[in-house]
């Protein structure tokens, strides 16, 4: 490791390089906690509240140790800031001569053999005149981008459907047979990742990449001596998600389809592809009707102990299960005609091989302590089959003893103790480390619990909730963010004040989550003086709104997960059978970090201020309420509205 003193770093060279920096004695403190593990090979959980500067805490001491290091965030906007802001910063701050380099997954840069196959068909695949504009300005980023990631196209928003005609996904890509192989942009940004000292990813990809070298012994990242979670508290969610598996009848009936197209343009004689692939077309549709019974379920979707008719549903999926094999094997003889032929049998093979483990989990599995959670789950197009690991301690098992690990976020704890985070990950040997935010909660914001809205299960809850936001929505002096913990809430709370505010003549516009794209919705409210931006889910954390973007933060109820998720559901059930207690062991410390993060939305800086209305009086009246009280920042706190709305005053 260089000899670099950090404290020098922060309080000498940094605050002359960087205009505006101010030294933080938390900072300095995170960053050399982060040096230490980092010499000592070990593993250290550092919660650091907002403000801290955690982002350059961690990449000092990552760019001089000159080691191989893995910087792993939570998003891919994380990602980009990072390599295009702060470790070039830091690269010039330190003069050290560090490569840092740029991955995502795949699916984020254009495929050469997707982009020309779609741009060949002449248009004919596109769906209406915005995609032909859409493609139009992507031939255009094509022509002159080095890269291929699809966030550097202007011209198309990264949500855009185009994307997936132009990308490939882990079942499409041909890898090494692909004849633009020596041109493939993730082939490049890998091969650039082996090279570098810091690789800059995302959770999504770090996870895959586990997934992959499990069941394939394939590797997407180079070994790396450490690697840095940032947004860590995302970790066991992402592990459940990308350790488990999905499979949806719609990517089949896609595949057969293209099967159709590709044999009879170039193996139409070999046998009767027409009669195979009407099977499996029948198949699907009969395993569908088989399903109908879960339509009626809450949610629509059933864990696999608990499916209707079980016995006749197994039953249809083992027979859509031979027409795939029959199928394959005859694929398999022509695989070698044509590319576009291995290409469809590789992805229906990727499929297939999905579905067996989903059906026949115990012919796959070498870990008999490896338990999954499998469910079904009927929408309006498609039928899909998920399964997911009961428990992610083992990712710790994943650590090698030369390597160190760092996890740092602004909520890791519940009230001050790591044990949940330790136990999600299996991190029971971590050091834990915390440091409060440097921003003054107390003088920059007060937090708000009514005590007279009604019980926010009743009927009455939303209006009232509604009528007591009109008054401070008409005082603060800047923008509002709404915090639902629904989507079906999004929509009621933005009606109910659309209402509102035609009555009380407030001229304020209602932005709410899912009438345009997040990072249009986001861009739309930053862009509008005084909006009302109403959202759930992916606006709990992630967005940032300083200074008069956002004067007032409005919470409608504590963030509890809904116990018909089927992996927290099963986790519930486990925990009650090993005899301890899912709502203060699983679902307070779950609710408890969500709630953090949320509340963590209305003081981004130093100079930020604000008002914060929790609408749910759970907050303040149970037995479990200290411990979600105790855990947020120090506001002033009152239950009185006049209190609150004093303070623009």
Not at 93 to 118: D, E, M, S, W
Not at 120 to 133: F, G, I, T
Not at 618 to 631: D, T, V
Request: proline letters at 4%.
């Amino acid at each position: 490791m260089l000899s670099l003193n950090i404290k020098d770093f922060f309080e000498k060279k940094l605050a002359k390089i960087q205009p505006g920096y101010s030294i933080r004695q938390s900072q300095i403190e995170l960053s050399l906690a982060i040096e230490k593990t980092i010499k000592e090979h070990g593993t250290l959980i550092a919660e650091a509240g907002t403000g801290t500067g955690k982002t350059w805490a961690y990449l000092v001491p990552a760019f001089a140790s000159l080691r191989k290091v893995i910087v792993s965030t939570g998003t891919r906007a994380l990602q980009d800031q990072l390599y295009r802001k702060d470790a070039p910063m830091i690269k010039k701050a330190t003069g050290l001569p560090v490569q840092v380099a740029l991955l995502k997954g795949r699916a984020n840069y254009i495929c050469h053999f997707n982009y020309h196959r779609l741009v060949d068909d002449e248009y004919s695949l596109l769906k209406n005149q915005q995609e032909v504009k859409q493609l139009n300005e992507i031939k255009l980023f094509f022509q002159r981008t080095q890269t291929g990631d699809k966030s550097d196209c202007d011209g198309v928003p990264d949500s855009a459907s185009i994307w997936s005609r132009v990308t490939s996904t882990k079942e499409s890509c041909l890898n090494k047979d692909c004849p633009y192989i020596d041109e493939c942009f993730i082939a490049k940004a890998r091969a650039k990742a082996k090279e570098a000292d810091i690789i800059i990813v995302n959770h999504a990809l770090f996870f895959a990449d586990i997934a992959l070298r499990q069941e394939a012994d394939i590797d997407l990242l180079p070994l790396a001596d450490t690697i840095i979670f940032d947004e860590a508290h995302q970790l066991p969610d992402v592990a459940t998600q990308f350790l488990g598996s999905t499979i949806s009848l719609a990517d089949i009936d896609k595949a057969t389809k293209d099967i159709e197209t590709v044999t009879a343009s170039y193996v139409k004689s070999v046998t009767d592809w027409d009669k195979l692939c009407k099977a499996v077309k029948y198949n699907l549709l009969e395993l569908r009707l088989l399903a109908k019974p879960i339509d009626d379920l809450p949610n629509k979707k059933v864990v696999y102990e608990s499916i209707p008719d079980k016995d006749n549903f197994l039953t249809g999926l083992d027979t859509l299960l031979d027409s795939l094999n029959n199928i394959l094997s005859a694929l398999a003889k022509v695989v070698e005609h044509h590319i576009d032929i291995q290409e469809v049998y590789n992805r229906l093979s990727a499929y297939c091989s999905v579905l067996q483990q989903w059906a026949n989990p115990e012919k796959f599995s070498s870990d008999d302590k490896n338990v999954y959670v499998r469910w079904v789950e009927f929408g309006p197009h498609q039928l899909r089959f998920s399964r997911a690991p009961l428990s992610v301690k083992g990712f710790a098992n994943f650590k090698r003893p030369d390597q160190s690990w760092i996890f740092t976020s602004a909520t890791l704890s519940v009230a001050k103790k790591f044990t949940h985070f330790q136990a999600q990950l299996g991190l029971y040997d971590a050091e834990c480390y915390s440091w409060e935010s440097p921003f003054h909660y107390a003088s920059n914001g007060i937090m708000y619990v009514p005590t007279s809205l009604p019980e926010v299960r009743h009927s009455t809850y939303e209006q009232s909730f509604v009528n007591l936001l009109i008054p401070f929505i008409q005082k603060t002096p800047g923008g509002v963010l709404i915090l639902c913990t629904t989507l079906k809430a999004v929509d009621s709370l933005g009606d109910l004040l659309q209402q509102a505010f035609e009555k009380a003549k407030i001229n304020r516009t209602i932005f709410r989550q899912g009438e345009s794209a997040h990072r249009i919705l986001v861009d739309k409210f930053r862009a509008t003086s005084k909006g009302v931006l109403i959202g759930s889910a992916s606006f709990w954390e992630g967005v940032d709104f300083p200074g008069d973007l956002l004067t007032l933060l409005a919470i409608d109820k504590l963030p509890f997960a809904p116990p018909d998720d089927p992996v927290l559901a099963a986790r519930i059930d486990d925990c009650r059978k090993k005899g301890g207690n899912p709502f203060m062991d699983i679902q307070i410390p779950l609710a408890t970090i969500a709630l953090k993060q949320g509340v963590g939305r209305l003081i981004r800086t130093e100079y930020d201020s604000g008002v914060l209305i929790i609408g749910d009086e759970r907050l303040i009246n149970q037995r479990y309420s200290r411990l979600l009280w105790g855990s947020l920042p120090d506001f002033y706190r009152t239950s009185r509205a006049e209190i609150a709305l004093e303070f623009w005053d």
